[in-house]
């Protein structure tokens, strides 16, 4: 073990059970509800709510109109009236109800509540002597929210929830989906009959298409591996369809991977043995792209018809859905619509090399396609959902085009007819859209003087530009949720060093009623503190970074601690929490253990800032974040003196692994340990989608008119050669995102270049860490500590999570 702590300083030890005690699953314990999740009702402004503190559930019901929140029902009388009913004790603490929602008049709710009795299962399919199967028996109920009246559904059959595979009409009638490639169709009855028994011979469904094969299919499961697919190759799948308003007629995208080249992971802890499981994918640079065709059929005709869509080569197309009203969210489904009417669909078509993007318009009767709007820059073109106004009379557009996000109007031929919002702030998104009124709601952040440029609000604004106005004051990071009518919303907000508050407010910006603030009382008192947020400079000396630091719990002034940086590079978002959260093990879990943690942003990362900030590493996809995340360190060190400065790490997953790595090796005098997760080390053979785009890819049109793309990228095994410090690389060993091979890339580079290393593969593991989540986190504390800490050598038995295993059965009888 390496002792670096100062002679002149207190010696900092590893304190591993400070770090137990805000495990994940202690964390559920001591933290219940943190934002209120409003169901809109159809019939009026009114919502309801369930929010969960120490004291256990409680149900709302508020009414905006007139500014009251109550109960939905006394809770220790709803219990004593189940109890009698379902025979199983309840109280107030404990009301053990589920699936709720309101029902007729939006006066009456219903719920279910499962109980410990168990029934037999009838199954019609069961061979003769086969044990009959059982399950707990759930009571239905409905219940009164005025007269208090409970009355149980005795013969009540609940809808059988929706499968995957069935793509319902918005009209209910038909009911899409795939198998065997190509896609089918089945109506109402013999839906019904499907969820009954998905295996029921009786069933009729036809067949839409013929031409369906394996890597041009018409649908799909899409999670399946390839083992799985071949289990279930018969069954039926989920087919991608956008359906008309009027339920006339639909439109997909068939995709052709036919030409994508393959990719493998070996799941080595198979049962009975390893499986080979095979998938495509397209990695940048490569001739061989997915190729994509849009479909409209026509429900009546049973015909279908190719959309001539051709722009660019190797095109990527976005089709868009519908806003779905939020009044609809307790529906037992809710349809996936096209967004337009049912003679006119949008949808989106992307340049590879992401730089030119048109807004397109189709025009379904005479199947003809029209660009609306076009954009384009240097870098890469992002875009949002097309805001539709009456039937595509308007357009409200979101774009970069002058460097910030905003709005703009277009007239129904896509003419630009005024920008809306303007400025130095970014509009992340529209909320909604009051045609009537010609006012649009929209989510927005860095407009607000001397506040963080990342805290997002919402603002209304009329077409015209006129009257901006902010909705939700206050530093914090909000989160809205505007009802159907335009009236109201919610309003959760909370900072990292915060409590998290809900608020009720009308679309005029006038608080109408406080809903919730967060329980955290259970939290604090086991010794919980909030982080601490900073602001420092790039290392230009002139771009502002945001970041939050997190101490040790007994943090002590007079010590020098060593300090870690939790990374993500972005370009798609930094690892820099704004609003308080529960998701701990890498930045305040760490900390217990004996470490200062800083997470902040660098140039080129969260794209809710300038377009020049969110691009400053296109082109330098390895480097462009590293001299930002020392520069903060060294300033933070200058500022406080309880950092020490010869004892830094970092660590990060996915992106995260890849910049941690890079840090080792571009600054290997500064970063002494690093824990390196899932990373891309060679973007080469990462995903084309973030790694073209990012980085960049050269289109070359040839003498001849052909299009071919050249993509080059610097990689961190290149630079393997400089690492000086403790670099512990891991990975799953079945990623089929980030592929195992960046690793072991990095690997054999560090072995050819003679170098001391250490690795963990995760068995059964993709990106996420899954079920070893939990022994990742303290082998991770273990590296730290290690080269960063003086301390103990800890025992091969994991003390802190063999402490939280419930022994069981003969296993616990062995040990009374």
């Known amino acids: 073990m390496v002792a670096l702590a100062s002679a002149q300083t207190p ?239 639909f439109v997909l995208v068939r995709t052709d991977n036919r030409l994508v080249k393959d990719l493998w992971v070996i799941n080595s802890i198979a049962e009975p043995r390893p499986t080979l499981e095979t998938y495509k994918y397209h990695m940048p640079g490569e001739k061989d792209a997915p190729i994509a065709h849009v479909l409209l059929f026509d429900l009546a005709s049973k015909k279908q018809k190719e959309l001539d869509i051709k722009q660019f080569k190797d095109q990527a197309i976005g089709i868009w859905n519908a806003p779905q009203l939020q009044s609809s969210r307790d529906d037992d489904y809710r349809p996936l619509v096209w967004l337009g009417t049912k003679d006119n669909l949008y949808f989106t078509r992307t340049s590879r090399d992401l730089k030119r993007i048109d807004v397109c318009l189709v025009d379904v009767n005479t199947e003809s396609v029209k660009s609306l709007i076009s954009e384009e820059m240097n870098t890469y073109v992002e875009t949002r959902r097309l805001g539709v106004v009456n039937g595509g009379t308007e357009y409200i557009h979101w774009s970069e085009r002058d460097g910030w996000a905003h709005l703009y109007l277009f007239d129904g031929n896509g003419k630009l007819k005024n920008q809306i919002t303007s400025g130095g702030y970014h509009v992340e998104d529209i909320v909604g859209i009051d045609e009537s009124k010609r006012v649009i709601y929209f989510a927005a952040n860095g407009r607000e003087k001397n506040e963080d440029p990342y805290y997002q609000h919402m603002y209304r604004v009329n077409f015209d530009g006129t009257g901006l106005r902010l909705l939700n004051p206050g530093e914090y990071e909000h989160d809205m949720n505007l009802n159907d009518s335009k009236q109201y919303f919610v309003d959760n907000f909370s900072r990292v060093n915060a409590v998290p508050k809900s608020v009720l407010y009308t679309t005029d910006g006038k608080k109408v009623m406080d809903l919730e603030t967060a329980d955290l009382s259970s939290l604090m008192s086991a010794g919980y503190k909030f982080p601490e947020v900073f ?43 704004k609003a308080w959260g529960r998701g701990m093990d890498r930045i305040d879990r760490l900390a217990q253990v004996g470490f200062i943690v800083v997470t902040v942003g660098n140039r080129g990362g969260h794209p809710s800032r300038s377009k020049w900030y969110h691009n400053y590493g296109y082109g330098n996809l390895r480097d462009y974040g590293l001299a930002d995340k020392k520069a903060a360190v060294e300033q933070l060190a200058d500022r406080y003196k309880y950092v020490d400065i010869n004892r830094v790490g970092i660590q990060g997953h996915s992106g995260g692994g890849f910049m941690s790595t890079a840090a080792m090796l571009v600054y290997p005098d500064f970063f002494k340990v690093a824990v390196s997760n899932a990373g891309n080390h060679d973007n080469a053979i990462y995903n084309r989608w973030w790694s073209e785009k990012h980085h960049g890819v050269k289109e070359i049109i040839g003498d001849k008119g052909d299009t071919s793309f050249v993509y080059a990228i610097e990689k961190n095994p290149e630079l393997a050669k400089n690492l000086k410090g403790h670099l512990m690389l891991t990975h799953g060993d079945i990623d089929n995102n980030v592929h195992p091979a960046n690793t072991i890339r990095m690997v054999n580079a560090l072995i050819k270049a003679n170098k001391r290393f250490d690795m963990l593969i995760l068995p059964g593991q993709r990106h996420g860490y899954g079920d070893m989540t939990e022994y990742f986190f303290w082998r991770m504390a273990d590296y730290f500590k290690e080269y960063l800490l003086e301390g103990k050598e800890e025992p091969v038995d994991m003390v802190e999570m063999n402490r939280e295993v419930e022994l069981s059965g003969q296993k616990k009888r062995a040990a009374l």
């Open 11 to 249: 010696a900092i030890t590893a304190n591993y059970p400070l770090a137990a005690r805000f495990s994940p699953k202690k964390l559920d314990k001591l933290v219940f509800s943190t934002s209120v999740d409003p169901h809109w009702l159809k019939k009026s402004n009114r919502f309801w709510y369930m929010y969960e503190t120490t004291a256990g559930k409680n149900w709302f019901i508020v009414n905006p109109d007139k500014g009251e929140k109550r109960l939905l029902f006394d809770n220790e009388k709803l219990a004593a009236l189940l109890t009698q009913r379902v025979k199983d004790p309840m109280d107030a603490q404990h009301l053990n109800i589920d699936s709720m929602r309101f029902v007729k008049d939006e006066n009456w709710i219903q719920f279910e509540v499962l109980s410990s009795q168990e029934i037999e299962i009838k199954d019609s399919t069961a061979k003769k002597g086969t044990p009959p199967k059982k399950e707990r028996k759930k009571f239905f109920f409905e219940y009164n929210i005025n007269s208090g009246e409970l009355v149980e559904l005795s013969d009540f059959k609940k809808p059988k929830r929706r499968p995957n595979w069935a793509s319902i009409s918005p009209d209910g009638q038909t009911i899409v989906f795939a198998r065997n490639f190509n896609l089918y169709w089945m109506d109402k009855a013999n839906y019904e009959k499907a969820l009954q028994n998905e295996e029921d011979s009786t069933i009729k469904e036809y067949q839409l298409t013929t031409d369906g094969v394996d890597n041009y299919a018409y649908g799909d499961s899409y999670n399946e591996t390839n083992v799985d697919r071949e289990k279930n190759k018969n069954k039926r799948k989920q087919a991608f369809v956008y359906w008309s308003p009027d339920a006339k007629r």
């Open 535 to 577: 602001k420092v400079k790039a290392d230009d000396g002139v771009t502002d970074l945001y970041g939050v630091m997190y101490k040790p719990f007994d943090f002590d002034s007079s010590k020098k601690y060593p300090i870690i940086e939790y990374v993500y590079p972005g370009p798609q978002t930094e690892a820099v929490n």
